[in-house]
């Protein structure tokens, strides 16, 4: 079985600038969350969509970071203007209900 | 979702049990206790999850008090391979993972 696919693995830009990482879900899965990991930190969830629908989206700040499900398979999350703070690792997960399997992420670094 | 309290750091030799304690004292009746782990550069990995009665799988043991209170991760013989940061989460089996990850248990294996 395919695991969730995000790219790219790694993304330098500088602040102010915009950037986008796009999740691929295993295939069935409805549920999909994109999560931020803050160095040191556990993985705060961000945005959790059932198929094309937002199911929770309070913890994103929603004036830079917007996020979308098209179709209800791939998603892509968005930052603009990205911040310093925003450095982190973007982790994309899908879910069929008891287990929730993550990606890789994407390591995004804002200089 | 109820909060869980871990060790932020443990050490285990090579060839020996591993137990990762966590508390979670508010968790409530319908609530499920849940172990991922994530190793360096990597996203977190699904190991085990128990109601009320102990579990056991092809990674771990998961060991939950009568009370349901704490619960222990039991790796029976660790590796050097399973040097990784667990997270000890609490959730229902609806409403998907909004669950805060904590910042987890970072397990050393030495040889």
Redesign the interface.
């Known amino acids: 079985e395919a695991g969730v696919a995000q790219s790219p693995r790694y993304k330098i830009i500088e602040k102010r600038q915009s950037v986008a990482f796009w999740c691929n879900p295993i295939s069935g899965h409805a549920t999909l969350y994109w999560y931020q990991q803050i160095l040191g930190q556990g993985p705060k969830l961000l945005i959790q969509f059932q198929n094309n629908g937002v199911v929770d989206d309070s913890q994103l700040p929603k004036d830079r970071f917007s996020a979308e499900r098209l179709k209800g398979v791939d998603s892509t999350l968005k930052i603009q203007p990205a911040k310093l703070e925003d450095s982190a690792v973007y982790l994309c997960a899908s879910s069929t209900g008891s287990r929730a399997f993550f990606g890789q992420g994407t390591r995004l670094t804002v200089v | 979702d109820a909060k869980t309290t871990q060790p932020p750091s443990m050490d285990c030799a090579e060839g020996r049990a591993a137990n990762l304690p966590c508390n979670h004292s508010t968790i409530s009746g319908n609530e499920y206790v849940y172990w991922y782990r994530q190793i360096h550069?990597?996203?977190?990995?699904?190991i085990i999850?128990g109601l009320k009665n102990n579990e056991t799988n092809e990674m771990a043991s998961l060991i939950i008090t009568e009370d349901r209170k704490s619960s222990t991760l039991i790796l029976p013989h660790a590796t050097l391979r399973d040097t990784a940061v667990y997270?000890c989460i609490v959730r229902g089996?609806t409403g998907?993972?909004?669950t805060?990850?904590?910042?987890?248990t970072r397990l050393f294996v030495k040889a």
């Open positions: 550069s990597q996203g977190p990995q699904y999850h997270y089996h998907g993972f909004k805060i990850f904590g910042a987890g």
